[in-house]
């Protein structure tokens, strides 16, 4: 009796945990299989397309045709530099986040900001710089994942016809699903911003009860105890590290799990490329 296959999880990517294990998003129970959640997000011309691609027709179809062998020999990639080559994307990307863009990478450098804001703070406006760190790593990552994911499409589909359908196949859903992603992607930058949003009001009310505080000891003190003692409002503002600093770090490992997320289809089509180099061989 041939076992039944277990079923796929739609909930088990990087950032999905991270946000969970971080109270951002709540548990979600795996209920739906993976084909009929994907049947709710498709229209019917992405059912179309993405119906073409699975029953392609041989005789009128001119990318199903094989490359020659030749060809396939000069132009083939073996999957351990391809991993390689992943791997390092990977490192690129991830000391990009962390510390800034390596020298030679060809990425753009993007700082977070400077752990200082602006005095008197404005609750509205205080995370709009981290909303572009975070965007501008995301059109990085997203940029920079979608040509390694067309060159490993472009190996994989080099490697027969089971590996030129599996290729057109995942061209479509990177088109198809392109800005759902986008979308669900912009809302993790909305849940950390209500985090930050949250525990700037919470410093803000500790800065408001310690300054209640200082004054209510400075008019109980004679004033000739200590003539040079700065007033409250004179004191020097808190320190950012007990509040900001690990809200920036969280922001850091937002886009470290958001990457791993993203680079789940390249690794899949890795793994595809290494299975059919095996049968070749």
């Given amino acids: ?18 946000l969970t294990e971080n109270a951002m998003l709540s548990p979600a129970r795996p209920t739906e299989q993976v084909g009929q959640k994907l ?17 392609p ?6 990318q199903s045709s094989q490359l020659p062998a030749a060809v396939q020999r000069k132009t083939s990639i073996g999957p351990e530099a391809l991993t390689r ?31 200082v804001l602006d005095e008197p703070l404005d609750i509205k406006t205080a995370f709009e710089p981290y909303r572009r760190f975070m965007a501008a790593h995301q ?39 392109a800005e759902r992603e986008a979308a669900l992607l912009a809302k993790t930058t909305k849940l950390l911003e209500k985090r930050f949003v949250q ?16 004054m209510t000891s400075e008019a109980a003190t004679p004033a000739t105890d200590d003539v040079d003692r700065p007033t409250p409002s004179q004191r020097a503002p808190s ?17 470290l799990a958001e990457l791993d997320t993203r680079l ?18």
């Fill in 239 to 255: 320190d950012p590290s007990s509040w900001l600093m690990p809200l920036r770090q969280t922001l850091r490992d937002a886009l």
């Fill in 39 to 55: 049947g709710d997000w498709l229209d019917f011309r992405q059912a179309i397309a993405l119906h073409s691609v699975l029953h």
């Fill in 199 to 214: 525990t700037l009001k919470l410093h803000m009310q500790a800065e408001a009860k310690a300054h209640q505080e200082a």
């Fill in 85 to 115: 080559h992943l791997d390092q994307v990977r490192a690129q990307l991830v000391e990009s986040i962390t510390q800034g863009a390596p020298a030679g990478s060809g990425l753009a450098r993007i700082d977070m900001p400077a752990a």
């Fill in 139 to 177: 059109r990085q990552m997203e940029s920079t994942v979608r040509s390694l994911r067309a060159r490993l499409r472009l190996q994989l589909s080099q490697r027969g016809s089971a590996g030129q359908q599996l290729a057109a196949l995942d061209a479509a859903f990177e088109n198809i699903l």
């Fill in 1 to 18: 009796m041939t076992r039944a296959l277990p079923r796929a999880s739609l909930y088990s990517a990087s950032l999905v945990r991270f």
């Fill in 264 to 281: 789940q289809p390249a690794l899949g089509l890795l793994e595809a490329i290494t299975s059919e180099t095996a049968q070749e061989q």
């Fill in 57 to 62: 027709d041989a005789a009128n179809d001119p």
